[in-house]
């Protein structure tokens, strides 16, 4: 019988740390000390299954005394259900040749408890291991990685480390050409690599697919790069190896922050990550003047639904002048963002929507304010002039949009000859169509449009062809300078006469010298929109121009 103190004493040895080789030499050592034990071998055997990564069988020696007798070998086996087994072998000394049967049982006994506490932390670790690990690669998955990292910072310095976000420029290809199981393999020999690249004290981690993020040692940063963007792999078809080169897209941070935000370590790389993608760049390293940059976008994409709810969004109104008499004859409605100190300007937020797909909503939203206001001024007994309104080409997906834009009119009760839907012109075939369909859907419900920007892309000619439209809007780049040639003369005199003969209206935008406006008249083209008159205005501001009757012009 096992006396309780060497059971406790045992058992309070491995408990704290099962799985570390020490503790469980020390306390095969003391029952060695116990019983005449001359040799103590311990199997692990994993069902690896659970982990691709982790060794199938283990083997240690705990105990060796050096004399051992092979005659009477005592074997204890514990099986962790589908998790594995532990296997001991357990040798009596060259003296005692064979153990007692009651010695046999006591070993037994000692044994299990033993074979119970490291089967047990097996057992732990490796579900730990499947809810921290990629389940292919067996690297850190997020979670892990962020475990691992969260680990080294309060372990050591983080700030040497620089934080990265990568992935395989090339795999998609081999993919493809390997086949999928093929390309399971490709990304676990990369994933092999790349362990065995780095050092005990960096981490790498696998987010899925051919997405990676690593911490890595900042003296070691370019030796990394250089050995991601150099990466030869290789695929098996049809028995046949072939090597590929693999580059990658890098997103890099440098770890100066505090660590107290861990999400930190992986998105800030990620924002690096996903500007160098954009932007078509190997390797973009996060910087003070591009974290701003990304902040902004970041700020606006978060905050953009509560300014609109909140009414930060509003339009400003720039006068449309025809210049031999000065008078107001339309406006634009440009959408500004404005801030109790500060307004921010479409050229900061449009380009953020016109990406994350929210620019359709504030053009609804800035179109029915300016019916709205079109109402309004009606009421007032005020004649108002027809107002046009931006529509990004992102509606043209929408079936619904000319049903929509109809509808809003309707529901304001604003005449149909006050406003105007102004779309640029798209160079873009794909497009050409849905274009057609939604200015001939206008012209059935009697809404003027106008094509803006017109010139600026390649199609002009095209468009003035296909498209049922009531206005073409000159693009600036036409105007903007300072003395004009007889070429452009031609070039905008077609132009003006063309859409004329077409029975089309014209209007010039950009207008902001005398030169520009002498030119301008000097073909007959006698509708402008320009700072010469005014910028876009602030509500109240373009409500006392048009009480004022417009403009003054100089002979
Ligand atoms: P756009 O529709 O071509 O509007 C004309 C832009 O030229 C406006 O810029 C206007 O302020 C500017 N502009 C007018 N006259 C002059 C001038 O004499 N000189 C110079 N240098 N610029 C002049 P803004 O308001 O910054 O808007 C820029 C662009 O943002 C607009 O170009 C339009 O494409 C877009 N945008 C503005 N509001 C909206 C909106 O509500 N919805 C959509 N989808 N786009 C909008
Ligand atoms: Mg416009
Ligand atoms: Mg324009």
């Known amino acids: 019988m096992v006396e309780n103190e060497i059971f406790f004493e045992i058992s309070s040895m491995i408990k704290e740390h099962p799985g570390s080789y020490e503790v469980k030499k020390r306390a095969a050592g003391y029952v060695a000390g116990l019983y005449p034990v001359g040799r103590i ?64 049982n006591d070993l037994r006994v000692l044994g299990a408890l033993f074979q119970f506490y490291v089967g047990h932390n097996k057992i732990m670790t490796s579900l730990e291991m499947a809810t921290t690990n990629n389940h292919m690669t067996g690297l850190p998955n997020p ?147 591009l974290t701003g940059k990304l902040y902004k976008k970041k700020v606006i994409e978060e905050t953009f639904e509560t300014a609109l709810e909140d009414g930060e969004f509003v339009p400003f109104y720039q006068p449309k002048v025809d210049i031999r008499t000065g008078s107001i004859v339309g406006a634009e409605a440009l959408a500004r963002w404005v801030k109790p100190d500060y307004v921010i300007k479409p050229a900061e937020f449009i380009p953020v929507l016109e990406e994350n797909g929210n620019i359709t909503i504030l053009d609804f939203y800035i179109f029915e304010e300016v019916c709205k206001d079109i109402a309004k001024w009606v009421k007032q007994g005020n004649k108002p ?58 012209q059935i419900y009697d809404i003027k ?47 003006v006469n063309m859409a004329k003969d077409l029975g089309l209206s014209v209007i010039t935008e950009g207008i902001e010298t005398d030169v520009q406006l002498d030119f301008l008249r000097s073909l007959d083209c006698y509708f402008v929109q320009g700072f010469y008159f005014d910028k876009p205005l602030p509500k109240k501001k373009f409500e006392e121009r048009l009480l004022n009757g417009g403009y003054k012009i100089k002979n």
């Open 143 to 289: 979670k892990g990685y962020i475990i691992r990292c969260m680990e080294m910072a309060k372990k050591g310095d983080i700030k040497q480390y620089d934080s990265c976000y990568f992935n395989i420029k090339g795999f998609g290809l081999a993919n493809n050409m390997f086949g999928p199981v093929e390309g399971d393999n490709i990304i676990k020999r990369y994933a092999k690599d790349l362990s065995e690249f780095i050092e005990e004290d960096e981490v790498v981690g696998h987010l899925g697919g051919d997405n990676f993020v690593a911490l890595i040692k900042r003296s070691r940063m370019d030796d990394f790069i250089d050995f991601i963007l150099n990466y030869t792999g290789y695929g098996l078809k049809n028995e046949k190896r072939k090597e590929i080169k693999f580059g990658a897209s890098i997103g890099i941070a440098p770890l100066n922050i505090e660590t107290s935000r861990p999400m930190d370590i992986i998105s800030e790389a990620a924002l690096a990550f996903g500007y160098a993608r954009a932007t078509k760049q190997e390797i973009v390293v996060l910087d003070e003047n």
């Open 41 to 104: 071998e311990e199997t692990i055997l994993t069902n690896t299954t659970m982990l691709p990564f982790n060794k199938e069988r283990e083997d240690f020696v705990l105990f060796d005394s050096g004399y051992h007798s092979e005659e009477d070998v005592l074997v204890i086996e514990m099986q962790f259900k589908d998790c594995g087994k532990i296997i001991s072998h357990v040798y009596p000394t060259m003296a005692a040749k064979k153990f007692t049967e009651e010695q046999k």
């Open 385 to 442: 002039v027809p107002v046009s309104v931006n529509f990004s080409r992102k509606h043209l997906d929408d079936d619904n949009l000319a049903d929509r834009i109809n509808q809003i009119i309707s529901r304001y009760d604003v005449a149909r000859d006050k406003v105007v839907v102004e779309i640029t012109e798209t160079a873009d075939y794909d497009e050409k169509e849905l274009m057609t369909n939604f200015l001939d859907k206008m």
């Open 449 to 495: 449009t106008s094509i803006d920007d017109f010139g600026s892309g390649y199609s002009s000619l095209g468009v003035l062809r296909d498209f049922s439209v009531n206005e073409i809007k000159i693009d600036r780049s036409f105007v903007d300078r300072e003395e004009f040639s007889n070429r452009d003369r031609v070039i905008v005199g077609s132009i």
